[in-house]
């Protein structure tokens, strides 16, 4: 089954990537989840706005990826949240909502799957989060979370 990418599969591709795949795991696995499309003529004009969007994200080079981390560990994330009166967060803090700080805060936008929480985020004050870049650049940003 010949089938485009539309999302980052693990061992498969990239957006864009026109992959050939077993029936079964193209029909049970990538289309329903929405990480392929079938392939035709038509849609491979998709792949060049698919590209095009990869390619003003993307991180090019390591050098860009340092910059990008310097960037971003200069930044004062805040992120407001619903708390309690003893500082206890309902819920926790979803990687989504620090992307969303990020853009706020006035850094570049990022991918929600690039968010590397090690603990979830479940109380107000200071928090360590890291996003990795590419695969030997990982920034660790300081959010802050305030009651809100």
């Known amino acids: 089954m010949k089938l485009i990418l539309t ?9 864009g990537d026109i992959v050939e795949v077993k029936d079964g795991y193209g029909r049970n696995f990538l289309l329903p989840r929405g990480h392929a499309i079938s392939w035709t003529r038509g849609a491979e004009k998709q792949i060049e706005g698919i590209k095009r969007a990869r390619d003003a994200r993307e991180i090019r080079g390591t050098e860009h990826a340092v910059q990008i981390r310097e960037q971003l560990e200069a930044l004062e994330v805040t992120l407001p949240a619903r708390a309690g009166e003893a500082g206890k967060l309902f819920g926790a803090v979803t990687s989504a909502e620090i992307v969303l700080a990020v853009k706020k805060a006035g850094g570049p936008a990022l991918d929600k799957r690039s968010i590397e929480i090690t603990k979830p985020i479940k109380t107000v004050g200071k928090h360590t989060v890291g996003i990795k870049l590419t695969a030997g650049v990982v920034a660790h940003i300081s959010v802050g979370v305030v009651a809100a």
């Open 7 to 15: 999302a980052p599969v693990e061992h498969l591709g990239i957006p």
